[in-house]
């Protein structure tokens, strides 16, 4: 079992729509959870951290559900603009180091 | 502001060549990282360094070694390139205070192996 799994889509929807993202982890001991944005042709750049009780960036909401190992984003009203890949990171603190693991990520295309 | 820069956007190799890519930060982080991207497999972990001198095969270590002579410095070395490693390779870089915090990335070295 891959350590951090996401469906690579692609999601086709249209502007205004509402869109939501899972990512599972498999070891449970990890830690920290983040979503990152990656336009084509970048690198990866951090969208929001994902904390326990859940947070939201304007129309961006991340969830964190330990017990069943997995992450989410939802995009509210989606605009053009968050065309994108989405991936999901899963940190791991061991040993006074840390293992950043990256999911393969998820692309959405907002459709005018 | 932040950087983490690597020292090549598009490199070509012959088979056989070895390869250097470097990376370096200024943000004195003791955490950093390689990866390769590639279509419909992501982000996969190549090696990692929580330390000078110190490093840990990630994922797919195979044809690969690494180097952190420096905390700022972190190389990747390919020691006999092949076809297969075609591919986009990433730098990383974290802090490991708080217990997780954002991880920084180099633009990319697109490199080709022909």
């Known amino acids: 079992r891959k350590e951090v799994e996401q469906d690579p889509g692609p999601f086709n929807v249209p502007e205004g729509a509402t869109v939501a993202f899972n990512c599972t982890y498999s070891n449970s001991a990890s830690q920290s959870f983040f979503w990152y944005r990656q336009d084509c042709r970048k690198e990866p750049k951090l969208l929001m951290s994902?904390?326990?009780s859940g947070n939201e960036d304007g129309r961006f909401t991340a969830q964190l559900n330990r017990a069943s190992q997995y992450i989410s984003l939802l995009i509210r009203d989606s605009k053009l603009s968050d065309s994108a890949t989405y991936l999901c990171?899963?940190?791991?603190?061991?040993?006074?180091?840390?293992?950043?693991?990256f999911g393969t990520g998820t692309k959405l295309q907002v459709i005018p | 502001d932040v950087k983490v820069t690597q020292s090549s956007r598009y490199l070509v190799k012959r088979t056989g060549e070895k390869v250097f890519l470097e990376c370096v930060q200024d943000m004195d982080h003791e955490n950093m990282f390689w990866y390769r991207q590639d279509p419909g497999l992501g982000l996969r972990l190549i090696y990692f360094s929580y330390d000078v001198k110190m490093k840990e095969k990630g994922d797919i270590p195979e044809g690969y070694s690494v180097s952190r002579e420096k905390k700022e410095r972190f190389s990747l070395i390919l020691e006999s390139a092949s076809t297969s490693q075609t591919s986009m390779y990433l730098c990383?870089?974290?802090?490991?205070?708080?217990?997780?915090?954002?991880?920084?990335f180099g633009q990319g070295t697109r490199l080709t192996v022909v």
């Open positions: 990383a870089s974290s802090s490991p205070s708080g217990g997780g915090t954002e991880a920084f």
């Open positions: 990171v899963v940190i791991l603190n061991s040993g006074g180091y840390q293992k950043v693991t």
């Open positions: 994902v904390y326990s």
